[in-house]
């Protein structure tokens, strides 16, 4: 199989090359500072645990790029256009990756002069693959502002998305944004969301879900969710108020370190009381 891989990355580098230096007609082109805006560069290479799936992108200069999946099973590919950093399911069953906004409207928002809140989103997107063929579903999720795929576990994502601003967020004097969360399972369409989320993380096996929520109002509360990615349950394990967060981050702890300590030493048979001992 590696040799196959092997063999396919090859294939896939020397068809970019190739094309690069062809034109339109398929002549071979004399290379000169003209082509450097339309110039091809393969990155960002990455095959899926059991070699099933390779991801490309092909990207230039300037300009926009786009993604390629490619299937070792049957050697067919799938060509997202404007697609970037790709991640693939621990089971192979699907892939999560950017959609970016095209180049040019960028570029006409920007001779525009309009304000920088107006413009376009990228996108989130999801491809799904079929038992048989690569060419199944693209699923795209607009307004998202990351996503996270365990490496071990569960076939699930994690993506945020911005929430709808109102009048009422003008209570709250805290600064930080806040988004929406969504726990999707693509391939049995299950979601589970939170609301007013600044951070997650997944534990190492992809059972656990960490989630910190920081509630705006006149008097901002912080809360730490775990969820339960196999159950499909949600544990409330610490609530406070105030911006709990900021005290760690002086102490230059992220939520992220303070979950790993957490979910090192996971106990499924602990009370809900030993969880905010932990977090002090």
Known sequence: MSKFL????????????????TDSAGT??????????????????????????????????KGDGKLILYSTADQNNITIQRGSGCLFSPDESFA??????????LRKYKFE????????????????????????????????????IPEKGLPVIAYMTEIERSKKDTLSVNGKSVYNLTV???GKDRKTTFNSVLDYEFSGNGKKLGVLVLRKGKADTTQVFIYDTEKQTTEKIFSKRGDFMSSFKSRNM????????LFS???NTATNRRYPQRLR
Do not use: C
Not at 29 to 57: A, C, F, P, Q
Not at 99 to 105: G, L, N, P, R
């Open 6 to 21: 092997l063999f396919a990355l090859l294939f896939a580098i020397s068809s970019v090359i190739s094309y690069s230096q």
């Open 28 to 61: 071979k082109k004399i290379l000169d500072h003209t082509v450097y805006n339309i110039w091809n560069r393969l990155e960002n290479v990455s095959i899926s645990d059991n070699g099933k799936y390779i991801s490309y992108e092909v990207n230039r200069q």
């Open 96 to 105: 999560a990756f950017k959609i970016k906004v095209a180049d040019d409207t």
């Open 113 to 148: 002069k309009k304000k920088k809140e107006t413009f376009p989103k990228d996108m989130l997107g999801i491809q799904i693959f079929g038992d048989k063929t690569i060419k199944d579903s693209l699923i795209k999720i607009p307004k998202y502002q990351n996503f996270k």
């Open 184 to 186: 999707f399972e693509p």
């Open 254 to 261: 992220s939520f992220r370190i303070i979950l790993l300590l």
């Open 265 to 267: 030493g996971f106990d």
